[in-house]
């Protein structure tokens, strides 16, 4: 298991250095790989930010806002 998680590791480090030389081959190539990182990295904060609004709104529901329950109110207690 600790020889793939350092290939993992190693193959993440050199990714950078792929994909510039992929870049560098050509403009056309350069202009597509950047789309894709534009397209990536958009779907990427809009998903982040559905989820983080969800998360935000099974908080609200659970921590107490401040005012007592309908029924408490209701009944003058």
Do not use: C, K, N
Not at 33 to 44: C, E, K, N, Q, Y
Not at 71 to 77: A, F, K, L, P
Request: aromatic share 6%; no cysteine; glycine share 12%.
């Amino acid at each position: 298991m600790a020889g793939e998680s350092s290939g993992l590791l190693e193959s993440i480090i050199d990714l950078p250095v792929r994909f510039a030389e992929i870049a560098a081959q050509s403009p056309e190539q350069a202009i597509l790989l950047l789309v894709g990182a534009l397209i990536t990295a958009g779907a990427s904060v809009v998903f982040g930010v559905l989820s983080f609004g969800g998360l935000a709104s099974v908080l609200a529901q659970v921590l107490p806002s401040g005012e007592p329950p309908e029924e408490y109110r209701e009944s003058g207690r």
